[in-house]
């Protein structure tokens, strides 16, 4: 299994939809975890972080889950302003690695 | 934001000359990353710093060189640049290791003729 996988998409849906997105990751003593968003021809910025017991940040869930290692994303409620892509962020195996893990994202397309 | 920035933003130059990039950050954080973004292969990892002069390499860093003489400065260098160096290259700081959560700066784009 590669480091961290997403499936690239894109997904595009309607405004108001739900989506979801899934990334595995294969060291299974990580720690930390984080979705990234980054715009088109932008820098990649956090979105969330996260925790064992999940967290919630408005219309945004992320869930962790260790037995399948893999975190996902949640998105209720689209809006236009979501279109982006999602970059799932694991951090890096052992101690010699100091720089964080990133996916190569899953693009989200939402439409009117 | 975190205060990072990047200079220049866009930069066209010739295969075989020299260039160099600045990654510049107000934040005091003491790792600094490079790193360059190309369609299909995600953000790839050449180089990162610790402290000042102490840096190591990262996934990709054939062809790249990097220094760290201030904590907030960190300089990219292609000693002689190819076709293939052709990317959009981040920087990003974070307080410390691993598990911490990176800022990235807005990005340089570098296209080589």
């Known amino acids: 299994r590669k480091e961290v996988e997403q499936d690239p998409g894109p997904f595009n849906v309607p405004e108001g939809a739900t989506v979801a997105f899934n990334c595995t990751y294969s060291?299974?003593?990580?720690?930390?975890f984080f979705w990234y968003r980054q715009d088109c021809r932008k820098e990649p910025k956090l979105l969330m972080s996260?925790?064992?017991s999940g967290n919630e940040d408005g219309r945004f869930t992320a869930q962790l889950n260790r037995a399948s290692q893999y975190i996902s994303l949640l998105i209720r409620d689209s809006k236009l302003s979501d279109s982006a892509t999602y970059l799932c962020v694991v951090p890096p195996k052992g101690q010699a690695g100091t720089a964080l893990i990133f996916g190569k994202g899953t693009t989200l397309s939402v439409s009117s | 934001d975190a205060g990072i920035t990047q200079s220049p933003r866009h930069k066209v130059t010739e295969t075989g000359t020299p260039v160099t990039l600045r990654c510049h950050q107000t934040?005091?954080?003491?790792?600094m990353y490079w790193y360059r973004q190309d369609p299909g292969h995600g953000l790839r990892l050449i180089h990162y710093?610790?402290?000042?002069?102490?840096?190591d390499k990262g996934e990709v860093s054939d062809g790249y060189s990097v220094s760290r003489s201030k904590t907030e400065d960190f300089l990219l260098t292609l000693e002689s640049a190819t076709s293939s160096q052709t990317s959009v290259y981040f920087c990003?700081?974070?307080?410390?290791?691993?598990?911490?959560?990176?800022?990235f700066g807005p990005g340089t784009r570098l296209l080589v003729l």
């Open positions: 996260v925790y064992s």
């Open positions: 990003a700081i974070s307080e410390s290791a691993g598990q911490e959560t990176q800022y």
């Open positions: 934040e005091n954080h003491r790792y």
């Open positions: 710093s610790y402290g000042v002069k102490d840096t």
């Open positions: 060291n299974s003593a990580s720690q930390s």
